[in-house]
């Protein structure tokens, strides 16, 4: 039995890990498309805030645990599935067979259409990979001036690292609040107000619109506004997007990502998919979705290896959950944290001392929350929505005291229907 598994991710690392422990006689070949060690994108922060070395992004260590569990590595990028000759091609023209195919593809950076914005400056770049990595730590040196694009959640964690490199830092975000996808206008702004407090500018409602270069100079960088910012560096957050091109002409059904069932099962014959290429089920709508969360990823990869490896298992729906820490303060959102029309809500806002709670309800259940301020309530909100949990009378005490929520949980666990 040969698995093959494009991607050298957590999910793809992980998937080869189980594999191996289930089946100890089968090939595994594991596709790295980036030529690096298989590495975690998650500690890039910790590298550029100089916390670890390269080798502390590495998924295994050292790098001969690969050769001695039997699996191979392989250098190079998938350009084309051929699912009925069960084949996959390279970008360097080799084929791979397989018996059963893992995607664990990944995503990739976004890549806004913007005037000036090409790739293959080395002044203008991600923070996605290693090399993307290198190229900030030799630009974001303590007094560059850097400009970041976007301040969504990515953006927001690569913030705080530039930071903490000392550089001057001025963030651009075309939505109206930080986070838009994960706080709303109170918390958003909140962390906007948290950020500039520590010295970072945060330009919200605007757009950069062109990106310039004299000969020898810094980037100049025009904005909706009107002005030009001065930079030594451009870091652009805008968002990713699943790499599925290599399985186009092969009918497998996508939205996003790749669908996949309970079973990591896309809809082409022993071809799995896990992390950030695959839509699967969200817990809080019953819709599919990708959740570019690294947890998510390692499991899904598991479930898939099991699967593969023939034995039944199933993930059930992804709670969306987002924990962020930035500068300091602690921001969260759980669930359908923007709520339904027909729910209701309990709101907690006191910007004095940087505390915000919004709690999300219908029925008898909590939904959905966001949270700023409030470092013990991740492990609380998040087994009171994924555990459906029944408020009883706890639900009119929310409604009034959002900021009892974990005494609310407590007694719930203690005391079940």
């Known amino acids: 039995m040969h698995h093959l598994i494009i991607g050298a991710g957590p999910a793809g690392v992980r998937a080869a890990e189980e594999l191996r422990r289930l089946d100890p006689a089968a090939r595994i070949t594991l596709l790295d498309g980036e030529g690096e060690a298989p590495y975690s994108r998650m500690a890039i922060p910790y590298l550029l805030e100089g916390r670890i070395g390269e080798e502390g992004t590495w998924l295994h260590r050292p790098l001969s645990w690969y050769e001695e569990h039997g699996i191979e590595v392989i250098r190079g990028r998938a350009a084309r599935v051929d699912a009925a000759a069960r084949a996959v091609t390279l970008e360097d023209g080799q084929t791979l067979g397989y018996d059963r ?5 990944g995503a990739r950076p976004v890549r806004p259409p913007v005037q000036g914005l090409r790739s293959g400056n080395p002044r203008i770049v991600h923070c996605w990979t290693l090399d993307d990595a290198r190229a900030i730590a030799e630009h974001a040196g303590k007094g560059a001036e850097v400009v970041l694009m976007g301040a969504g959640f990515i953006g927001s964690i690569i913030l705080e ?35 500039e407090q520590k010295g970072v500018r945060v330009l919200t409602a605007t757009r950069i619109e062109r990106v310039g270069e004299k000969a020898g100079g810094p980037l100049e960088i025009a904005l909706s506004s009107g002005e030009i910012l001065s930079a030594d560096l451009l870091v652009v957050a805008a968002g990713v997007t699943p790499n599925i091109e290599c399985l186009e002409g092969t009918g497998v059904e996508t939205r996003t990502g790749v669908i996949v069932n309970a079973r990591m099962e896309t809809s082409l014959p022993d071809v799995w998919a896990a992390g950030d290429c695959a839509e699967g089920c969200d817990f809080s709508t019953g819709d599919f979705s990708t959740l570019a969360i690294q947890p998510v990823a390692v499991e899904q990869g598991v479930i898939a290896a099991r699967n593969m490896a023939g034995i039944t298992a199933e993930y059930h729906c992804a709670l969306p959950m987002n924990v962020l820490a930035t500068l300091g303060l602690i921001t969260t959102s759980f669930g359908r944290h923007d ?5 209701e809500r309990a709101v907690l806002h006191d910007p004095d001392h940087w505390r915000y709670i919004r709690l999300e309800f219908h029925e008898d259940h909590l939904i959905g929350a966001q949270t700023a301020g409030h470092v013990n309530m991740v492990g609380v909100l998040r087994g009171l929505i994924q555990g459906r949990m029944p408020l009883r009378g706890w639900k009119d005490v929310l409604l009034r005291e959002p900021h009892r929520v974990a005494e609310a949980y407590v007694d719930l666990a203690r005391n079940p229907a």
């Open 339 to 343: 709520g339904l029309e027909i729910g």
């Open 101 to 105: 195919l893992l995607l664990a593809t």
């Open 161 to 195: 690292s530039l930071v903490l490199r000392g550089v001057h830092l001025t963030v651009v975000e075309v939505e109206d609040r930080m986070v838009p996808r994960m706080l709303d206008e109170t918390a958003g702004n909140m962390l906007k107000a948290w950020c």
